[in-house]
């Protein structure tokens, strides 16, 4: 069956707005999304006990750290804080349409 099809059907089947189910199956997706990196950035920064990337960088440029491969690290967390803070903008985007 088709998206639009099964959108459709569930809409009515269920009593629920096509717009409410895609904006709450788009949120729900965002949080899942928010969730999976979060746990992505905790288990890296608990790797060198860092309490944020900017932490991270500091260790590494005192020398408290190897560059190799923490250095890379570092770029992957900035990365995954760029994600996040766009996760963060597309779920206030989401909750000021309701």
């Known amino acids: ?10 809409s009515e089947k269920l009593g629920i707005p096509k717009d409410v189910l895609l904006r709450e199956g788009f ?18 920064l608990s790797r060198y006990g860092a309490k ?8 590494i440029e005192a ?3 190897p560059e190799h491969p ?10 995954l804080e760029d994600e996040l803070t766009r996760l963060e903008d ?7 349409r309701q």
Request: proline letters at 2%.
């Open 90 to 96: 597309y779920l206030r985007s989401v909750a000021s």
């Open 70 to 79: 923490t250095w890379e690290d570092y770029i992957e967390l900035t990365n």
């Open 1 to 10: 069956m088709e998206m639009t099809a099964v959108l459709k059907e569930a």
């Open 63 to 65: 020398g408290e750290l």
């Open 27 to 44: 949120a729900s997706f965002l949080k899942e999304r928010k969730r999976l990196l979060m746990a992505e950035r905790f288990e890296m």
């Open 52 to 59: 944020s990337p900017e932490e991270l960088g500091r260790k």
